[in-house]
């Protein structure tokens, strides 16, 4: 068993960017910027938009955050959107979700240029997606790939059962993966809250992505021996340490684990993939 | 077994949007307003135009077709869509594809405004409909969403194998019929060149759609009694009759509607649905 190791791999990616970043710089050309926009004060999206920050620094990009108050109108918050639009040392930008509850998020997301879209949460950019053309993939899909791409794991051929149908994860990554690419060309299933006989497709699969958030939901009797798993779930459940809580993914890894060729552990694995595929989109944004 | 019967249907469709025009134009509103773009003189294509001229008449749309020499530049084209995306007495805009080879297709799709394109081929819209939000639906997989529902076949919690990953059938109706939904919420499986065990996954199938374009793939001892059988192949095939040929499915339709308890025929079943979608999105865009 090879655990798909998602520290190993962001951090070789980040280095990866970090050199090219160099690189445009020597050749006297503009670092690339991200900026990003947070309504609000929740404490989880502070975090993520201190982590974006803080690892854009990390690898050569600037960044720019702009911190709005929880009241702020949604005309406000467009006008903002379109500053960035048409700010051309912006190459991406991102408006932190989830929003105030008086904000139409759709039309915040719509109102983005796509091709500054480095989330790739724009019906364009999905679009392009589904359809196999340039684009920018979003964070969780995208990090799977990698993973997949640089554990060299024969994806072409091989049956992958998908279980969560959600927009970020599940259905994007059965339309990637059952494209003509490497990795992909597999038979994909999709399974969902509908779906009555997920064991008998799960006991069928080559790789397994589980991505509904329910704990240990993929137990060790549901998989066949030298399955590829890829663990996507990440909740907090009350354990008996300091902090009160630890993170459960929704695969049972001690059960799983052994009858696995590969497995992302959790955490540890998918979860700290999603943060390179914003640097990498950002980059591709700004044409490098 | 129970034919879907794509012309009675079709007709049915075209009935009911006939009426709602009247009762628009009764109202004093304008009637929807169909334009088409067809450039050089293939002959399959010239045809489909027509067709579609003729049933725009039919439900009382009104319709306009340019026709623009083999020859042409994309630039004129361009500019020709600009002029419709601007006309605003036109409510739908199509432009027949295949274009000639000097022409950039994907460029010209998006350069139709998203609002009067139609035929759905649009990457935002394309977007739209994986996201579940509205949006126009292409017209194969809109027809079989459509015989599906006015046949009240049960879909939810339902296997649905399809084979062939193609843009215009096999991935847009992947993600309609895995979306929460009536029709939808089935599991879903794509299949493909790739796809090594087919017989294995179309056995366990509630629901199989071919749409590979190979006539007579799916025989009769690769399905289970009781299935739904959705036949979009339509293939040529020599035959010694007046014409020389015949249109062949991708369904062995002989040993498989004995097993099935609902099957399309070819001609018949999917292919005469396929107006009905251009006619809704139309009378759609036009606002009704």
């Known amino acids: 068993m090879i655990l798909l190791?998602?520290?190993?791999?962001?951090e070789q990616i980040k280095k990866e960017i970090t050199e090219k970043v160099e690189e445009i710089v020597r050749q006297g050309r503009k670092r690339p910027h991200l900026a990003?926009?947070?309504?609000?004060?929740d404490g989880a999206s502070q975090t993520y938009v201190n982590n974006k920050e803080k690892t854009c620094a990390q690898v050569g990009f600037k960044s720019t955050i702009v911190r709005m108050?929880?009241?702020?109108?949604?005309?406000?918050?467009?006008?903002?959107i379109r500053r960035f639009n048409e700010d051309s040392d912006v190459d991406g930008l991102i408006v932190q979700l989830p929003l105030p509850k008086h904000i139409d998020e759709q039309r915040v997301i719509e109102a983005i240029d796509p091709r500054k879209d480095v989330d790739g949460f724009h019906p364009v950019n999905v679009g392009k997606m589904?359809?196999?053309?340039?684009s920018y993939i979003s964070a969780t899909p995208d990090g799977i790939m990698e993973?997949?791409?640089?554990?060299?794991?024969?994806?072409?051929?091989?049956?992958?059962?998908i279980i969560g149908r959600s927009n970020i994860v599940g259905r994007p990554l059965a339309n990637l993966l059952s494209h003509k690419s490497i990795p992909g060309d597999c038979t994909v299933t999709i399974c969902h809250s509908h779906t009555k006989n997920i064991k008998e497709l799960t006991l069928q699969a080559d790789i397994i992505v589980a991505?509904?958030?329910?704990?240990?939901?993929?137990k060790g009797d549901m998989v066949k021996d030298g399955v590829v798993v890829i663990d996507v779930g990440i909740t907090r459940v009350p354990a008996d340490n300091k902090s009160g809580f630890r993170l459960a993914g929704d695969v049972l890894f001690e059960e799983v684990a052994p009858k696995a060729s590969y497995i992302t552990p959790v955490p540890g694995g998918v979860g700290l993939m999603t943060i390179t595929s914003l640097l990498k989109n950002t980059l591709k944004a700004s044409g490098i």
């Open 147 to 161: 993973l997949l791409e640089r554990y060299k794991i024969e994806t072409s051929g091989k049956h992958c059962v």
């Open 69 to 80: 108050a929880e009241n702020t109108t949604e005309e406000r918050l467009l006008e903002e």
């Open 5 to 10: 190791d998602g520290r190993t791999t962001s």
């Open 211 to 218: 991505a509904l958030g329910r704990p240990g939901f993929l």
């Open 36 to 41: 990003a926009i947070l309504v609000g004060d």
């Open 130 to 134: 589904v359809l196999g053309l340039p």
